[in-house]
């Protein structure tokens, strides 16, 4: 039943990635080349809706599934780590066409050439995890 509901909500996703055409290529690749306002336009929405949420979380003290509080910790604002990452982050974007949860719908829309990308994004994270501790956290 529990696997239920996240699939549920998976479905639900990819719905709404593919009907905003957050999944096209083409309109990464736009966004990439400062051509359209598009992208910007959903990420944005995702950022101030995300914004509103953790205000309601913090305001109204929500708990999480298992009554448990949800804590929102400092993090150490060295602003190298974020550029590196973010830089990192968006050139696999930008080369790819495609970040995580569009790349899995993709998968699903019928566009099979996408478990590439997919199969080194695991790599990637696998990747990751040998060398994590060798990183500044």
């Known amino acids: 039943m529990k696997v239920l509901k996240y699939l549920l909500a998976g479905i639900v996703f990819g719905i709404v990635m593919a009907k905003s055409e957050a999944i096209s290529w083409y309109r990464i690749q736009e966004m990439f080349r400062f051509q359209a306002f598009h992208m910007y336009g959903i990420i944005g929405v995702a950022v101030i809706l995300g914004m509103i949420g953790v205000f309601l979380i913090k305001k109204f003290k929500i ?19 974020y550029l590196i990452g973010g830089v990192i982050f968006g050139m696999g974007w930008a080369l790819s066409g495609a970040c995580p949860g569009p790349m899995v719908v993709n998968i699903g829309y019928g566009f099979l050439t996408m478990t590439i990308v997919f199969l080194f994004a695991l790599v990637g994270t696998y990747l990751y995890g040998v060398v994590k501790s060798k990183l500044p956290h």
């Open 63 to 81: 708990r999480d599934y298992h009554g448990n509080p949800i804590l929102f910790h400092p993090k150490d604002r060295s602003i190298p780590r």
